[in-house]
């Protein structure tokens, strides 16, 4: 037993087997063993432990029977408001005997989830308990989360290592003599293990309600896939992949793209992360309409670009941390050139010689000073929505620096690696004479508009490059439509902001024809016109509207391309072309 695995692991406490690592550090590790879903049908699931002294130690994980501990509640007042917020203070016990259960192993341990009492009757009472069993006593602790979801039969739920979290889908609620059941759910809950917290989410699109359906995590894709399971009147076989980040679900599809026709207006993706974005190129497409600097900041880098030029202002714990990052790299500066031309040059290469568009760093402050040594640099703003982000950033004099070693790693992909097919975009730019400066500053560090090919464009994200499109084509390129924040600062909707999350729609008739001015104004001036926002890869209708009115480019997550091209296939078979 002394080389036996999982002895070793139950031996472990589970703080404990990743020293030093967050949740989401441990992104992939779980938790590795191997549970069967057995409680409550008679058969008991026995868990074998070392020890320590060559015995094992024998201890039943779940049985038929025993008593449910009882969860208390502790309830805390804050804020002026006097909100109330109820927590779960977790007891121990054993979950009653119970059939269909839905047992998950994650990072801060294996939870136990709802399940139907062994009754012959129909519509069998429904649990809707958690329970967190703890391998390294034998113990199960009923951790019971206020507010979740309702009862029900036949969900299923999986781990996201990703994000941290589990996700739950569907189920049923009414009569269920199982594996018969009806009145069937289409709605996605995700539990956080470590907050003992449930957050029912609100996807643009959700699977068909069902129960006795599958779901695992992918770590490759980052996504929780679902497959199969019983309507009450049919039996399915479709398979949807959930995004937890983006709270998107996508329905997966083969599709023989040897003989695929291409659409007029171009179709573009929008990608972010360099280790899959060859995978991502074989689809069918026209370039890259939005790649995410800052997802490469964050992962490649992980440093503030300060913390690195301003290296000896750093106080010694900071510089410690800035020291481990940067192991191997004598000249600070270098590794974030060297490191961010990597994962830029690795985007462009993968799609080269289509055009790939650099959205320039548009972290808000708070996200900024998340970097190591990032508070130091970073202001506290009240709302960094609207604050210190993207074109402001770039010449002001307490950043400048900064974005200048942007604009190296960007000349060295250009220069060095001769990928001539990147093209940058200048994201959050309020007026037309923070456009001037943001490319003057470039100029005077070898990177002019226009110079072996180089083409600048500009997001389109605040009313004001839509009412002055006129003055921002006489500098930029071409636009692309941001809908996340054209949509937010036109309706003037914080869309991190529950309590008027409905509100916020990116089909609302001003933010549709705010996208229909937009691209007349600019197609009048020569310029064209494109969309990397969230919404055309959501809403089918909003992508059919921006064909109608003639748009360029529509780039879309790369789930959504397939589908939105034989759908915009479909839109220009029945309009004639648009002259820009």
């Not at 490319?439 to 072996?452: F, H, K, S, T």
Request: hydrophobic content about 40%; proline content about 6%.
């Amino acid at each position: 037993m002394q080389d036996d695995p999982l002895a070793e692991l139950l031996s472990s406490p589970l703080d404990e087997m990743t020293p030093g690592h967050s949740r989401r550090a441990r992104r992939g590790f779980g938790v590795a063993l191997l549970v069967a879903a057995l409680a409550g049908t008679g058969i008991a699931l026995w868990l074998t432990r070392d020890s320590g002294d060559g015995a094992t130690t024998t201890t039943a994980a779940a049985g038929p029977t025993t008593t449910a501990g009882v969860v208390d509640a502790s309830t805390t007042t804050t804020g002026e408001d006097s909100t109330t917020t109820t927590t779960a203070v977790p007891v121990a016990g054993t979950p009653e005997p119970r059939v269909y259960v839905q047992l998950v192993a994650t990072d801060d341990g294996i939870f136990l989830f709802g399940g139907l009492k062994p009754v012959p009757r129909l519509n069998a009472d429904r649990f809707e308990d958690v329970w967190r069993y703890d391998p390294t006593t034998g113990e199960w602790w009923d951790v019971r989360a206020p507010r979740g979801p309702v009862p029900r039969a036949g969900s299923a739920v999986a781990y996201d290592a990703g994000s941290g979290v589990v996700v739950l889908f569907g189920g049923a609620i009414g009569s269920c003599n199982y594996p018969v059941c009806s009145d069937h759910l289409d709605d996605t809950w995700v539990y956080d293990p470590a907050a003992n917290t449930w957050e029912e989410r609100s996807p643009a699109t959700s699977p068909p309600g069902r129960h006795g359906h599958t779901m695992a995590y992918d770590s490759q894709s980052d996504r929780v896939v679902l497959f199969g399971g019983d309507t009450g009147t049919r039996w399915l076989g479709d398979t949807w992949a959930y995004d937890t980040d983006a709270d998107t679900w996508v329905e997966v599809q083969t599709v023989d793209v040897s003989h695929m026709a291409r659409p007029r207006t171009k179709i573009m993706m929008n990608v972010g992360s360099p280790e899959i974005a060859f995978k991502q190129a074989a689809i069918p497409n026209d370039g890259v309409g939005l790649a995410r600097m800052e997802f490469i900041f964050a992962n490649w880098v992980q440093v503030h670009p300060l913390a690195l030029t301003r290296y000896a202002t750093l106080a010694p714990d900071v510089r410690a941390k800035v020291d481990e990052v940067t192991t191997g790299y004598a000249d600070k500066i270098e590794f974030f050139v060297d490191k961010l031309a990597q994962g830029i040059g690795t985007i462009a290469a993968a799609f080269y010689p289509k055009p790939v568009i650099l959205r320039l760093s548009d972290f808000k402050t708070n996200e900024y000073a998340h970097l190591v040594g990032g508070d130091q640099f970073e202001p506290e703003e009240a709302n960094p929505m609207i604050g210190w982000r993207g074109a402001s950033r770039y010449y002001h004099p307490d950043y400048r620096e900064g974005f200048v070693l942007e604009v190296k790693a960007i000349k060295r992909v250009r220069e060095v690696f001769g990928l001539k097919n990147l093209l940058v975009m200048v994201p959050f730019c309020r007026t037309p004479e923070e456009g001037r400066q943001v490319l003057r500053v470039m100029a005077e560090e070898g990177l002019p508009q226009g110079e072996d090919g180089l083409q600048v464009y500009v997001m389109a994200e605040i009313p004001s490059n839509v009412i002055l499109a006129d003055q921002f084509s006489a500098l930029f390129d071409g636009f692309s439509i941001g809908s996340n924040d054209l949509t937010q600062l036109t309706l003037g909707v914080d869309r991190d902001s529950t309590q008027i999350a409905a509100l916020f729609d990116e089909r609302n008739d001003a933010v549709l024809r705010s996208c229909a001015l937009l691209i007349e104004t600019a197609h009048k001036y020569g310029r064209k016109v494109g969309i990397c926002g969230q919404a055309p890869s959501d809403y089918p209708e909003f992508a059919a509207f921006l064909v109608e009115k003639g748009i360029d480019s529509i780039s879309l997550i790369p789930d959504a391309v397939l589908r939105t091209t034989a759908d915009i296939i479909e839109i220009e078979k029945t309009r004639e072309p648009v002259l820009a």
